[in-house]
Nanobody, 123 residues
C-alpha cells in the first residue's frame, strides 16, 4: 500500500493550503484516515482524523481553521488549511488504516503512512 501526499509549500500567515493524499495498492477498504504533523524540535501530533462514515476530530489548535474530508470511492483524504499561522509550520503526514485479508481471509488492519509534505508558514 502506498500513500502519496501532495500540496505542501510556502505560504504567508493568514493564507491557505490544501493537502491531498491518495492511497493505492492492494487492499479492500480503509477505516480511519488522518493527518499528522511534526514541527521542528517537536513530537508528531494528530492534526485531524475522519472515519469512513465522515465523523471528524480535530486538534484544538486547528479547530475552526482546518477541514478534513475524504472520498471513499477514490481512497483519498484532503486537508484544507485556512488562516495559517507560523506555528503550523511542519511536515504533514497522511495516515490510513488500510484493510487487507490474511492467508485465512480474515480482515486485518494495517497502519499506513505517506511520505510527508512540508508546509512552511512565514510571518
Amino acid at each position: 500500500v502506498q500513500l502519496q501526499a501532495s500540496g505542501g509549500g510556502l505560504v504567508q500567515a493568514g493564507g491557505s493550503l490544501r493537502l491531498s493524499c491518495a492511497a493505492s495498492g492492494s487492499f479492500f477498504g480503509i477505516n480511519d484516515m488522518a493527518w499528522y504533523r511534526r514541527a521542528p524540535g517537536k513530537q508528531r501530533e494528530l492534526v485531524a482524523s475522519i472515519t469512513k462514515d465522515g465523523d471528524t476530530n480535530y486538534a484544538e489548535s486547528v479547530k475552526g481553521r482546518f477541514t478534513i474530508s475524504r472520498d471513499n470511492a477514490k481512497n483519498t483524504v484532503n486537508l484544507l488549511m485556512n488562516s495559517l499561522k507560523p506555528e503550523d509550520t511542519a511536515v504533514y503526514y497522511c495516515n490510513a488504516e488500510v484493510l487487507k485479508r490474511d492467508a485465512y481471509g480474515i480482515p486485518v488492519e494495517y497502519d499506513s503512512w505517506g511520505q510527508g509534505t512540508l508546509v512552511t508558514v512565514s510571518s
